[in-house]
């Protein structure tokens, strides 16, 4: 909700910057909401899309150990908003629990605030031994921070194409202290749709329903195919066998054809 971009300073008191603050309004708008909402009611079902690439890598494995922990436990949650995480930077958003913290880091139309050319991913072990730089990279920075607690996890949000291209370098780069995930915002939308399923009280309805509709104005809702008004009959789509045996000539003229003449087509 515009009121939370608003208090931490992040939208001007006139209005006259919030189109270029449209990520943290966007974040204000649904994080504050659900702030607001008991987190068994949709914490898991949206928070379970969360996808850890390169699953394989030890700072990966950790995440999922502690992501199915986290998945399994309810539990009531403090969110805080646009926290200061010391000479690191400012997160977007700071999601803890018991023996579980989330940083997340919100984009919705631009990139990365900060980034280099630290590559760290060497495949010779010996050159694997040396220290590794440390890149000023966003995610990476926080990542210094928030991997000094080994319950810690960065989930990048963001739109699918956008975020996967950010995580999938940073991880390929080996600039992460900390695990990484990617939570699309099109992920976000179909775990609201899910929560919407299982609501009962009016009110709570009636903010999911707001918070589907703004995600959908956004460009940010999932594609579900579309509509079948009827049946479709397999049978009377099939392609006719006989035509397989079929033989078609086109005839092809034989003028040489010069790159620097002038044609005119006839039919």
Not at 116 to 136: F, G, Q, T, W, Y
Not at 178 to 199: C, R
Not at 234 to 255: A, G, I, M, S
């Amino acid at each position: 909700m515009p009121v939370i971009a608003e208090i931490y300073g992040k939208l001007s008191r006139t209005g006259s910057n919030m189109h270029d603050r449209l990520e943290d309004q966007l974040t204000g708008d649904v994080f504050g909401s659900l702030r607001y909402v008991r987190s068994q009611l949709w914490f898991e079902k949206i928070f379970s899309k969360t996808k850890f690439l390169d699953a394989d890598s030890p700072l990966q494995k950790r995440a999922l150990e502690i992501w199915q922990r986290a998945m399994q436990s309810p539990f009531s949650l403090d969110i805080r908003f646009w926290e200061r995480l010391s000479d690191h930077g400012e997160i977007d958003l700071l999601i803890e629990g018991p023996n579980l913290t989330i940083g997340c880091e919100i984009k919705y139309i631009s990139g990365l605030s900060s980034d280099d050319s630290v590559d760290n991913h060497i495949p010779d072990e010996a050159a694997m031994e040396r220290e590794k730089l440390e890149s000023v990279n966003q995610l990476a920075r926080y990542g210094r921070y928030l991997g000094k607690d080994s319950n810690s996890v960065l989930i990048l949000i963001a739109p699918a194409d956008l975020g996967t291209a950010i995580v999938f370098d940073a991880l390929q780069r080996g600039i992460m202290r900390a695990p990484l995930g990617l939570l699309t915002w099109q992920a976000v939308y179909k775990g609201i749709v899910e929560v919407q399923s299982n609501i009962s009280n009016p009110n709570e309805a009636v903010l999911f329903e707001d918070l589907r509709l703004l995600l959908s104005h956004r460009g940010l809702s999932t594609f579900e195919g579309w509509p079948m008004q009827h049946r479709v009959s397999l049978d009377y789509y099939q392609y006719p066998q006989n035509l397989c045996n079929t033989t078609v000539t086109f005839p092809w003229p034989e003028q040489t054809v010069w790159g620097s003449t002038q044609y005119e087509f006839k039919h």
